[in-house]
C-alpha cells in the first residue's frame, strides 16, 4: 500500500496494472463458464470486446494518470467509514 499510494507514475502504473490483471482474469474466469455450455460455439469472441475495453480504458487511466487503486482506498476512507 505505501508503494501504490503516492504521486509516482510507477504507483499509478503498478496500480492500475494490478487492476488490469484483477479484472481480466474474472473476466476470463466468468466466460471460461460459457464455454462448457453445449449450445454455444465459439465463445472465445465473446472475449474479444470485453478485453479490448478493458485495455483500453487501461491505457487511457495510465495516460491520464489516474490511479484506480488510489482512488478506491479514498472511496472506502471517506465513504464507508
Do not use: H, K, Q
Not at 481480466?24 to 464455454?35: D, K, P, R, V
Not at 490511479?67 to 465513504?79: A, W
Request: aromatic share 24%.
Amino acid at each position: 500500500m505505501p508503494l501504490i499510494d503516492r504521486d509516482w507514475f510507477f504507483s499509478t502504473l503498478l496500480g492500475n496494472t494490478l487492476w488490469l490483471i484483477a479484472l481480466g482474469y474474472y473476466i476470463y474466469i466468468t466466460f471460461l463458464g460459457y464455454s462448457a455450455l453445449p449450445f454455444l460455439r465459439r465463445t472465445v469472441a465473446l472475449l474479444y470486446p470485453p478485453f479490448l475495453t478493458l485495455f483500453c480504458l487501461y491505457l487511457l487511466s495510465v495516460i491520464l494518470g489516474w490511479n484506480i487503486s488510489r482512488s478506491v482506498i479514498y472511496f472506502y476512507e471517506y465513504r464507508v467509514n
